[in-house]
């Protein structure tokens, strides 16, 4: 059953969970926060000139990256990252307001949120000095110059976002957890609970990964592991105590 938290004044329900109430009643600031983050950092690059390219992983070869040549696509890989840096500052926001929530217990998911926090590190560590230079390494023995193929915008908005899907995926499973334990979310048991868990994946994938399927898979498929295997940590491994926390 859903919290009194989830309630409308009424009685009716009006958010299924205690994240949705906290983030619909602040909703107005949450959307300013990211806004005005957005801008801020967009503008911060864009002013600057800043080469997005030294945030490249040091080990980015062979393959080698030209300078970006149109203005544009300097500006649409600022506005990426600017999205990003908007997201965390809207998180950051909400965060004070879900540690004082009554139907709220961080405490009970102190050890899933830490691996989650170890699995972005890793994940994101791993796919900047391991995985991006085995997939160039690949292209490099086919024969197949990316940098001719795509063009130097879309290798860099690989190289920057590549590794930020697979520290996502990493830590996923474990965030999902400590989340349904400290009473945030409810267990994920149907398909529309998964559908909305999805949904910012595919958005993500689609907005910060090259126009091509192929790389939009290579982006989605992680995400949606670390989706399916969170989703089978609560359903199997850790369903007793989950069942006392999450709402169904």
Known sequence: MPS???RAPSGTVSWRTTLGAVVHA???RLVAVFALTTIAVTAVFVLTGFDLQTLLPAAFGPVEVSPLAQQVEYNRLAVEIAILVGVVAAA?????HLVRHEAVEFSRARR???????GFVAGTAAGRTLVLPAMFELFADSLVDIDAAVGPYWVTELGLF???TLGVAAAFPAL???AVRAGLLPRLTTARHRTFAAVPFLV?????APPTPTTF???AAPLFAGLGVGVAWLEFADSPTVGRYGEE
Do not use: D, I, K, W
């Open 4 to 6: 009194e938290a989830t």
């Open 26 to 28: 602040r909703a107005q």
């Open 92 to 96: 950051l926001f909400v965060a004070p």
């Open 112 to 118: 899933p949120l830490a691996v989650a926090a170890v």
């Open 162 to 164: 590549f590794p930020v």
């Open 176 to 178: 999902l957890v400590g």
């Open 204 to 208: 993500f994938s689609a907005t910060h």
């Open 217 to 219: 898979v290579l982006y």
